[in-house]
């Protein structure tokens, strides 16, 4: 068999074995040594990329960037941080139309912006806004898919875990990165806000909690003064400064920045009382299973990338999209629906890790920007966080909630037209590039 025929068979056994069930950076793994073997015809090549992609393909300085902000998502989110941003934004927006539905997801835009993983914003939310919500008369359907439908927003507005990755394999900056994220993260959390209000008023059968017991919600809710509004955001505004500013001030590198992050997240668990030393124990041990997961998965796809490389199915692959005319729109249109296809099986990092190095030689010859093509690759593999059969944060709500009243597929309906209103946002972002670029 020729190169390319090997290097399209092994992606599509790798999918063959994803979908049987095999952890995928094992499948991964497998596969490319496997594969690299059979081109090499010996049996040194293929150790000798594994040697390569488990030592100097993680020495990098900039790995260090996701242990330290993903340990500073689970202190922030052991502190109870996204509880006290909850409870202002629902003090705030007690008025609106759908308030509970817009607090949550403010509150989760907020809580964003200081752990930047998406599975931490859906356990959180799950056990703050969906008892809520449902104590008010809301819509039990509504009130699980408004917390999945935002908690993608942990993957798009910075510090995200998934733009760490995506400039670590493309070797583009991860402060870029992080800039080209604000933008399209603001405009999704304005479309789901805006799609709640209209909602609330001309479907308020769906949306639920607009009967006279909920929309007293302002009198039945303890008054918030100024003082305790301070109090309780306070420690998020001190991490956004601490972070995103002596990132984008050029105080500190990325990798600094988390480590700054992590220990402000710490010191603010510990004057709040939330971290004795067995939970801080736990924290470490999740940080540390997390943080294994994902080298793993990036040392498999490291090998996956150059195993592409030597049987040259990248460049033959763009050869063939070029000559069947389609055009860079219709590339990007095939790209997007491999991407949410992709979504109903695999999570975001194997989905990037996988795709990018396959269409980024395909992209080539058209000259565009990188960053807007990792805005667009994360874009379109976030809506499978809320489609099934997958569907982690729909996963992660259920398991979180354990309540037999309210359904996986429950959770799934209620999710789906927040899946869709993300596509919607991305086809803009799509049409107009200039949007994921304002800061960059």
């Known amino acids: 068999m020729t190169g390319m025929e090997i290097g399209l068979l092994s992606v599509i056994i790798i999918l063959i074995l994803i979908y049987s069930g095999m952890y995928v950076p094992v499948a991964l793994g497998l596969v490319s040594f496997l594969s690299v073997w059979y081109l090499r015809e010996g049996i040194e090549a293929p150790i000798y990329l594994l ?11 900039i790995y260090g960037v996701i242990p330290l902000f993903v340990l500073m998502g689970l202190l922030v989110s052991q502190c109870e941080l996204g509880r006290d941003i ?12 759908g308030g509970l539905g817009v607090a949550t997801v403010a509150a989760n835009t907020a809580f964003a912006a200081i752990t930047g993983v998406s599975i931490a914003s859906a356990s ?24 999945a439908g935002s908690s993608v927003l942990g993957m ?18 991860v402060a870029d990165m992080f800039k080209a994220g604000i933008v399209p993260g603001l405009i999704l959390a304005a479309a789901y806000v805006i799609a709640i209000v209209c909602a609330a008023k001309f479907f308020p059968d769906y949306i639920g909690g607009q009967d ?26 001190l991490l956004i400064i601490l972070v995103l500013g002596g990132i984008y001030g050029g105080v500190f590198t990325p990798t600094e920045a988390g480590a700054v992050g992590a220990m402000g997240a710490l010191v603010i668990s510990l004057v709040k009382r939330k971290l004795s ?27 996956y990338s150059r195993m592409l ?84 944060s729909c996963y ?15 959770i799934f309906a209620g999710a789906f037209p927040f899946a869709v209103i993300m596509l919607l946002v991305l086809i803009l972002l799509i049409a107009f590039p200039a949007i994921s670029l304002v800061f960059v």
């Not at 798009?156 to 900056?173: F, K, R």
């Not at 030597?310 to 590339?331: A, H, K, Q, R, V």
């Open 156 to 173: 798009l507005i910075p510090p995200s875990v998934m733009l760490i990755i995506y400039a670590i394999i493309t070797e583009l900056s």
């Open 309 to 392: 490389a030597i049987s040259g199915l990248p460049n033959e692959l763009g050869i063939w999209l070029s000559n069947t005319d389609l055009g860079f729109l219709g590339i990007i249109i095939i790209y997007v629906i491999v991407l949410i296809i992709m979504g109903t099986i695999l999570d975001t990092t194997s989905i990037i890790l996988i795709m990018v190095p396959l269409f980024l030689p395909v992209m080539a010859p058209y000259d565009i920007s990188l960053i807007w093509f990792g805005i667009i690759t994360i874009f379109g593999a976030e809506i499978g966080l809320l489609t099934p059969p997958l569907g982690i």
């Open 86 to 97: 909850y409870e202002v934004a629902n003090y705030l927006l007690r008025k609106v139309y």
């Open 396 to 410: 992660v709500i259920k398991t979180t909630l354990d309540d037999d009243s309210i359904s996986l597929f429950d």
């Open 212 to 237: 006279e017991k909920s929309r007293a919600f302002a009198n039945a809710q303890e008054t918030l003064s100024g003082l305790q509004i301070s109090k309780k955001i306070s420690p998020f505004v």
């Open 51 to 61: 040697t390569i992609a488990a030592s100097t393909g993680l020495e990098d300085y």
């Open 277 to 303: 030393r067995p939970v801080l124990w736990k924290v470490l041990s999740e940080t540390g299973h997390i943080v294994a997961s994902l080298l793993l998965l990036i040392i498999a796809a490291t090998m």
């Open 124 to 147: 959180v939310f799950a056990r703050v806004s969906v008892p809520e919500m449902v104590r008010f008369g809301y819509n039990p359907r509504f009130a699980v898919g408004v917390v």
